[in-house]
């Protein structure tokens, strides 16, 4: 291995000891108030953040999320830094889950006539979406997309890339339905296709890399029939090809109720429906498999050797701890249950 790589390596693994503890999601969660959150989260390796945006939102209820958003930014740059040269696209693929989030929001608030200043903030975080990180949308692309007056303003201007060119495909659809979904529904499916394509273009040099993104694509697509079960909704143009499972055998399972599912070979998948019988909530089943997914691979990453897989690591652990937080906080203003916020915390 190219020993300025491996040093890069070694200086991306030392960075690890920064991430919070259980210990300090147990502490956050018996806090009161934000003022003793953000003091909290000052004193563990936030500072940096607390001190660039509490001055500025400081009378914000979106301060906390502006730090979380801003540090798991960081931290993402931070892993950019130390990627090996011909992982860059792959990376950059799974990124944009990042954009494609942004731009979902940015439609939506075309249709609802936010302004400007609202839309800002509810993007990934103020000034600073992460969509700099990908390669595919720049700050300069993001100012023009807030500025545009309708959906088909945004569509136009995403027109130079795939965004884009996927979504203009449903604007005569928009014009006449007033309705996102299909839109949406297609941005997932890209993101899907495109992170599998760019796994091939990589070489599967890591076989678990290949793993990971294939039963991420399974449960995904699991989470379409579930979806299917409830409301009905018309999933044949949704399954996304590439996982362990074949479409065409997913498609051919009878589907009656949710129970059906269970035919399907996924670890943990018994019990995530059972799961989902006790509240009725699909976000509550895929956080379930979410956590299953996770403590299958995260071990696995985190003792690879010198390349993606830890790389990897760091960027899905810099996500979970700004969900976990960002739940924990969250818990405080919504009354939420301990044993719903047990549920939903990822433990890895």
């Given amino acids: 291995m190219n020993p300025i790589y491996l040093g890069k390596y070694g200086q991306l693994s030392s960075l690890n000891n920064e991430f919070l503890k259980g210990s300090d999601i147990n502490a956050v969660l018996g806090l009161q108030n934000s003022e003793d959150i953000i003091n909290y989260l000052s004193s563990r390796y936030y500072k940096e953040e607390v001190d660039k945006f509490y001055g500025e939102f400081k009378t914000s209820s979106e301060l906390t999320g502006i730090i979380l958003n801003a540090h798991m930014v960081n931290r993402v740059n931070k892993a950019l830094m130390y990627l090996p040269y011909d992982a860059k696209m792959f990376i950059s693929a799974y990124l944009s889950k990042f954009d494609i989030e942004n731009i979902k929001v940015i439609l939506s608030s075309k249709v609802l006539k936010y302004d400007i200043s609202q839309t800002d903030q509810f993007l990934m975080i103020n000034k600073n979406p992460i969509g700099y990180t990908t390669n595919v949308l720049s700050a300069d692309d993001y100012k023009s997309l807030l500025e545009q007056p309708d959906v088909e303003g945004v569509i ?85 090809d590439g996982g362990n499972i074949p479409s065409s055998e997913l498609m051919n399972i009878k589907l009656n109720d949710i129970d059906d599912i269970k035919a399907i070979k996924w670890e943990g998948l018994d019990k995530a429906v059972d799961e989902y019988k006790k509240d009725k909530s699909l976000s509550n089943m895929g956080m379930m498999m979410k956590n299953t997914l996770y403590n299958n691979y995260m071990l696995r990453f985190k003792t690879s050797s010198a390349g993606i897989g830890f790389i990897l690591y760091y960027i899905l652990k810099a996500e979970i701890e700004r969900d976990n937080l960002r739940l924990a906080i969250l818990s405080k203003g919504y009354g939420m249950s301990p044993d719903f916020i047990k549920k939903n915390l990822i433990s890895v």
Avoid: C, H, P
């Avoid at 005569?172 to 299909?182: A, F, P, R, T």
């Avoid at 796994?199 to 579930?226: H, Q």
């Fill in 156 to 240: 136009n201007t995403l027109i130079k890339n795939d965004y884009g060119r996927i979504l203009l495909q449903y604007v005569d659809e928009y014009k006449m339905s007033g309705n996102l979904s299909d839109m949406f529904n297609s941005l997932d499916k890209y993101y899907y296709v495109n992170l599998i394509e760019q796994l091939k273009v990589y070489g599967g040099a890591e076989s678990k890399i290949g793993e990971f993104v294939r039963d991420l694509i399974d449960m995904e697509n699991i989470l379409l029939l579930a979806k299917s079960t409830i409301t009905k909704l018309d999933i044949e143009n949704l399954i996304i």
